[in-house]
């Protein structure tokens, strides 16, 4: 019965076959005032204990929207324990953090801003620093119909904020969508992405974020110290070294790259992938051809941050 | 219990178990709904898990796949567990089963998604070196007999594998070798092997688990276990309504009984409010109607006159209706009223009129409203005429009857009338009258009143005097008896004669009094006076009224030890109907020695018969034909005749009003033995001291 299933499923799914990438919608549903407010905040180092980090110190919006350093620092200048992702597009990720920790954007934001290394903030006291700011009293007002703002009206505005960072339009998208030919070499990219089993774990409109995997399926992947990953939340040791496969839009804009920071250069991080993970060696021709298609997944600023 | 209190306990009730299955229909909607969610949640979860394995095997299959759509499916599932964990209706005690189940359902997911992930990443590595080894073999250049060789079975290799993947079956790997070997020496080939083989082994160090898990997550019994849990709650649910429509049940029962009660009580309450209305209407109808003719009582007319502005009354009484009851007996009399209501009825039915009354027995009364007076009267004698007109017809009998008829519109309306039609009554020539003031009806019941207070006075102050008239013996001249007439002395010493208080006196219950004063009087001045007769009047009435007639005879008994000196007069003007007991009366005077006196004879009902039924012992003839016997011969020839008959039945005679010396004479010349009037003396208190007189 089972056998049968399967053939039937095989005919079906072949003659359905259509790309597995899809782009960026291009229309948002987002709630552009609390978007608006989102980004005050997202910005403002005032939710640190310290005064210190914003949001925007480790997520560099305006550029990939990570962080440009191994890891990032926070409160008291203190190391956070692995490499920041980018917060573009992060709402097309299945879950957040690189293990997958929070379901949402929403779980997500209790993290860093309650984690000791990076705002070392608590509940309280952003309800504190929020209400009396006047500023914020006035903007929460305006748009919550509220006398004392509460921390998940500071949340839902984050939230309403990260949604509106996407970037739509890529080359590939714009491909994708039939508006315009690849140049050859980034078509010759796409195959080469296709038929070495890239597109196996970064695939769908993230190009990633959608499923976890081993860090180093084929070959055993050593690093000096250990990372939070998979296992940190399932508690198996078969999850030892898996992540969250990382979105590849804009990766181009993001070095350096892995949990660990380890791939300075696209270059590198297209080699290591495919001696760790799919056990091939790539000649350079074709780790350079597979990244000049990687850059036609690089989209444009989000629409918000261009906005006055 | 009272009955309104009965009543309000049980609207109390049906109130209540109304509002409580009010609570029930809302129990029992909200319930329903939540039994959906549930349900429906259930299902969603069911249909989730099924997309999420359709996901998995499209995974399988496919070289490359969007893994968007699986991981969306994932969240939905564990969104739908969820929702369906928070579902309200289980926080009830009797869903802690369900609860129980659906942990383990969550168990049961947890595993799922878990082998989920886990499947993704070993089907990856599987089908990353799947692919990879295929786009490896088309790269080979078949250089060689031996680079085709290993090409070939590379071929049987990666088919195996792909079987593997299609089929979720070991067997294709375990029992064939997976891995090349050759011995050539051609570098490129060895390369192709060795990268080969170690994919190869990689396969196969993977395959187990990838198969594990895919078969876990295929065959698991999550979608049973949603349905073991879905069979669950709905017992439950099905218990749980059960006893919520058990006790809907009871509540209506409940509900029921008592709406009924109300309504058999409502019901109950309305036949007594009907019965009650009609006795109330019928006592009403009593209170204002005769039953017997159906016209509108006394009461009624009163109240109507009452109303009235200037009301106008026609009174009709029946001409001797006690004679129609007599005769015919009451059934007919009856008969008779209810014949002659309706006769009036029809009569004025073109006519206006306020309404016919049926004041009394035999009297009805029309009233009107501002009517003509001639108008009135006109009516009166069409009324009068129509009913002397008509025969009433009571079986075979044919019944005529007369009215009388007063008009009136002066007030006191019915007493006026009533006056009117008693003077009418007198005068048998004229059926209807119009009462007038000049009347003077009126002004005599005043003056009754004032008599009969007159009379109560002169009894208590004993002012109720006996006056004694002398009868002459005409041959030797010298008075032989008196007559005792009845005088009434006023507190000023004025004298009344019997002609201004006799006859109202006759109607009131001081006539027994009176009677017994002048007899006893009357005694005590016989017994002083024993040489003369005395004589007293008495009514025919009186001869009837036992209590009288008791009262001389005892008198007589009591005060005369011997033959009394007293005669008795009986008063012949008035009609004698029962003269047995007339006769039993004298009879009884006789035995005492008492003589009977005829009084008045040759007036009035004068009857010879009477003496042939009555043993009279002395006539008296009327001062009507005494008075005149000087002038008018007829009347001296009855005189003659009434002597020449008392003669012939060995009777004698008196002559009253004897006032004059003539008359005197003739009397004596007729041979008329006694004469009494004022030429021999007025009624005086005592008698006289001498005993003759001159003729």
């Known amino acids: 019965m089972v056998k049968l299933l399967f053939l039937i499923l095989f005919i079906i799914t072949y003659t359905n076959a259509k790309e597995p990438i899809l782009p960026i919608p291009l229309q948002l549903s987002a709630d552009l005032q609390k978007a608006k407010l989102g980004k005050m905040l997202f910005e403002d180092p005032l939710f640190s204990q310290d005064n210190s980090t914003s949001c925007l110190s480790c997520h560099n919006i305006y550029s990939g929207g990570a962080d440009t350093k191994e890891v990032s620092s926070g409160f008291n200048n203190m190391q956070g324990d692995i490499h920041s992702p980018t917060v573009l597009n992060a709402v097309y990720n299945f879950r957040q953090f690189w293990n997958g920790r929070a379901a949402d954007l929403k779980e997500q934001i209790d993290g860093p801003i309650h984690n000791k290394v990076e705002h070392n903030m608590d509940k309280t006291l952003i309800e504190q620093r929020l209400n009396s700011s006047a500023l914020y009293k006035k903007e929460f007002s305006k748009i919550y119909h509220i006398q004392t703002i509460g921390y998940t009206h500071f949340v839902d505005a984050l939230v309403a904020f990260e949604k509106t960072l996407t970037t739509p339009n890529a080359k590939f998208d714009r491909y994708l969508r039939g508006e315009l030919q690849l140049e050859p070499k980034e078509l010759e990219g796409y195959k080469l992405f296709k038929q070495y089993g890239c597109i196996t774990c970064h695939n769908g409109i993230n190009i990633g974020g959608n499923s976890f995997q081993k860090m180093g399926t084929f070959k055993e992947y050593k690093t000096a110290r250990s990372y939070p990953d998979r296992s940190h939340v399932t508690h198996k040791i078969s999850h030892k070294n898996v992540f969250k496969v990382p979105t590849l839009r804009n990766i181009s804009l993001t070095a350096p790259y892995f949990h660990d920071a380890s791939a300075k250069s696209l270059e590198e991080a297209v080699e290591k992938m495919s001696i760790f993970n799919l056990g091939i060696h790539l000649c350079k021709e074709e780790i350079d051809t597979i990244v000049v298609f990687l850059h036609t997944l690089e989209g444009e600023t989000p629409a918000i941050l261009e906005m006055q | ?695």
Do not use: C
């Open chain 2, 1 to 695: 219990m009272t009955p309104s209190r009965l009543i309000s306990g049980i609207v109390f009730v049906a109130f209540i178990s109304a509002l409580l299955l009010v609570k029930f229909y809302i129990d029992q909607k909200e319930f329903s709904s939540k039994y959906k969610e549930f349900t429906l949640t259930l299902t969603t979860l069911q249909s989730k898990e099924l997309q999420l394995k359709h996901d998995l095997l499209q995974n399988v299959l496919l070289s490359y796949q969007s893994l968007d759509t699986l991981a969306k499916h994932t969240k939905e599932l564990e969104l739908l567990y969820k929702q369906a964990s928070d579902t309200p209706i289980l926080r009830q005690e009797n869903y802690q089963e369900v609860n129980k189940e659906l942990q383990e359902l969550s168990r049961l997911l947890q595993i799922k998604l878990a082998n989920v992930e886990d499947q993704l990443m070993f089907n990856a590595a599987i089908r990353n070196s799947l692919v990879f080894l295929t786009t490896q073999l088309q790269h080979l250049q078949l250089s060689s007999d031996e680079t085709l060789h290993i090409y070939k079975k590379a071929n049987k290799i990666l088919k195996r594998f792909t079987n593997a993947v299609i089929t979720q079956d070991l067997d294709y790997l375990s029992k064939e070798e997976v891995f090349l070997h050759s011995d050539s020496k051609e570098a490129k080939l060895q390369e192709f092997i060795q990268t080969f083989n170690l994919h190869a082994h990689y396969l196969v160090q993977n395959f187990p688990q990838f198969i594990i898990t895919t078969k876990y997550i295929l065959n698991d019994n999550l979608t049973d276990a949603i349905e073991e849990l879905k069979a669950l709650f709905k017992e439950k649910a099905i218990a749980d309504s059960h006893a919520l429509d058990l006790f809907a049940l009871i509540i209506f029962t409940i509900f029921l009984f008592s709406v009924g009660l109300i309504i058999l009580l409502a019901l109950q309450y309305f036949k007594e409010n009907k019965k009650l209305h009609q006795t109330k209407e019928s006592l009403e109808y009593s209170l204002t109607h005769d039953l017997l003719t159906k016209l509108h009582n006394r009461k009624s007319f009163i109240d109507t006159i009452l109303s009235l502005q200037k009301p106008h009354l026609l009174l009709i009484n029946i001409d001797n209706f006690k004679n129609v009851n007599d005769i015919y007996g009451n059934e007919v009399g009856n008969k008779v009223l209810k014949m002659l209501a309706k006769l009036l009825k029809d009569f004025l039915y073109e006519n206006i009129y306020v309404g016919v009354y049926r004041t009394g027995g035999d009297e009805f009364g029309i009233l009107f409203e501002s009517i003509d007076e001639t108008q009135a009267l006109q009516i009166a004698h069409q009324v009068e005429k129509l009913i002397a007109a008509h025969t009433f017809s009571v079986g075979h009998l044919d019944i005529e009857i007369n009215v009388s008829i007063a008009s009136n519109n002066i007030a006191p309306i019915m007493e006026n009338a009533d006056l009117a039609l008693k003077w009418i009554k007198k005068d048998l020539t004229n059926r209807v009258i119009a009462f007038k003031d000049s009347l003077n009806l009126k002004k005599s019941v005043k003056e009754n009143l004032k008599i009969i207070d007159t009379i109560k006075y002169a009894i208590a102050d004993d002012r109720i005097i006996p006056y004694f008239q002398p009868i002459i013996n005409l041959q030797s001249a010298k008075v032989e008896k008196y007559e005792a007439l009845v005088r009434l002395q006023l507190k000023n010493g004025e004298l009344l004669s019997p002609y201004h208080f006799l006859e109202t006196l006759k109607k009131t219950s001081y006539y027994y009094e009176v009677t017994k004063i002048m007899l006893h009087k009357t005694i005590i001045t016989a017994k002083r006076y024993p040489e003369y007769r005395f004589s007293l009047n008495i009514s025919m009435d009186d001869i009837l009224n036992n209590s009288i007639k008791t009262m001389i005879f005892e008198e007589i008994r009591l005060n005369f030890e011997k033959k009394p000196n007293l005669d008795i007069e009986i008063l012949e003007s008035e009609y004698i109907h029962d003269t047995t007991k007339v006769q039993e009366f004298i009879e009884k005077l006789h035995l005492l020695g008492v003589n009977v006196l005829l009084d008045d004879f040759g007036s009035g009902y004068s009857n010879f018969s009477y003496f042939s039924h009555l043993d009279i012992d002395l006539v008296k003839i009327d001062g009507s034909i005494v008075k005149e016997i000087g002038s008018d011969n007829r009347k001296y020839h009855m005189l003659q005749s009434i002597y020449d008959f008392s003669q012939g039945l060995e009777l004698e005679n008196i002559a009253e009003f004897v006032e004059t010396k003539e008359i005197a004479h003739i009397l004596r010349g007729v041979g008329v033995k006694y004469a009494q009037g004022y030429y021999f003396g007025a009624p005086a208190p005592t008698p006289l001291l001498d005993a003759n007189v001159k003729l």
